[in-house]
């Protein structure tokens, strides 16, 4: 068991909402085996989309990228497309300044979770905090960012792009010991564990546990939020206190 020090990042849409300061978009809580982070936009990202395995590799030369969000505070985002677009439509109304009028923008609250796989356009909003999950992999591409000067890669956006509707829906969480699975992907599992007296977690396989509410002892070891701890399969780890973690397990593949 290791426990991960946080790495706050300055991004141009960054807030101040994860106590590092102002101006911080992101704090990375672990690397690997999967990235895990919490994001605090203060502005709209930008409207991007991750590639699959398949095209990375080919293209990139590297693996792809599939995420999740949990949703740590309530506000508006962009989950997919309005309805079914041609290649052709999406490329005019991003060099155009008229993408948005296709774009579903959702209302999520705390507690939400959404996949994003490969694929999935998507833009968090302002306020809109959330604890991110990852394969490890830094294959962005910008479809559109309100006219603000970073490079976009608009073709490369517009072969892996979805076009159309992506389901919202989540089958609901398996219950777990001493917690519940709130998703199941090839890649990660996004598991939930609640502490109230006392919690005990066994890794099924490589389980990266971030604290995000109240205050857990482990032994003598007192954690705050975003504490965020490693483990290997089969360690367990037993906690006291009142709070709640969340658990990223690593898969073949990730």
Request: no cysteine; aromatic share 8%; charged share 25%.
């Given at each position: 068991m290791r426990r991960l020090e946080p790495k706050p990042v300055a991004r141009i849409w960054g807030g101040s909402g994860l106590g590092f300061g102002p101006g911080i978009g992101e704090v990375w809580l672990a690397e690997a085996p999967l990235l895990v982070k919490l994001l605090d936009p203060a502005d709209w990202l930008s409207v991007q989309v991750h590639p699959p395995h398949e095209y990375a590799l080919r293209v990139e030369g590297k693996p792809g990228k599939y995420e999740a969000w949990y949703v740590l505070s309530p506000g508006e985002l962009v989950y997919g497309l309005a309805r079914p677009v041609s290649r052709e439509e999406l490329r005019e109304r991003a060099l155009a300044g008229t993408l948005e009028e296709v774009l579903r923008r959702v209302r999520v609250e705390p507690g939400q979770v959404l996949?994003?796989?490969?694929?999935?356009?998507?833009?968090?909003?302002?306020?809109?905090?959330?604890?991110?999950?990852?394969?490890?992999?830094?294959?962005?591409?910008?479809?559109?960012?309100?006219?603000?000067?970073?490079?976009?890669?608009?073709?490369?956006?517009?072969?892996?792009?979805?076009?159309?509707?992506?389901?919202?829906?989540?089958?609901?969480?398996?219950?777990?010991?001493?917690?519940?699975?709130?998703?199941?992907?090839?890649?990660?599992?996004?598991?939930?564990?609640?502490?109230?007296?006392?919690?005990?977690?066994?890794?099924?396989?490589?389980?990266?546990?971030?604290?995000?509410?109240?205050?857990?002892?482990?032994?003598?070891?007192?954690?705050?939020?975003?504490?965020?701890?490693?483990?290997?399969?089969?360690?367990?780890?037993?906690?006291?206190?009142e709070g709640l973690w969340l658990a990223a397990l690593a898969k073949e593949g990730a």
């Open positions: 996949y994003l796989p490969a694929g999935t356009i998507h833009a968090l909003g302002p306020g809109v905090r959330v604890y991110e999950v990852q394969t490890p992999s830094d294959l962005t591409y910008r479809l559109y960012d309100y006219g603000r000067p970073r490079e976009l890669h608009l073709e490369k956006a517009l072969d892996v792009a979805i076009l159309e509707p992506t389901p919202l829906t989540l089958p609901p969480p398996e219950p777990v010991l001493g917690g519940e699975r709130l998703l199941s992907t090839p890649f990660f599992d996004l598991l939930r564990y609640p502490l109230a007296g006392e919690l005990r977690v066994r890794a099924e396989g490589p389980t990266l546990l971030t604290l995000l509410e109240g205050e857990a002892r482990l032994g003598e070891e007192v954690m705050r939020p975003p504490a965020t701890l490693l483990l290997e399969p089969g360690e367990e780890a037993v906690f006291r206190g």
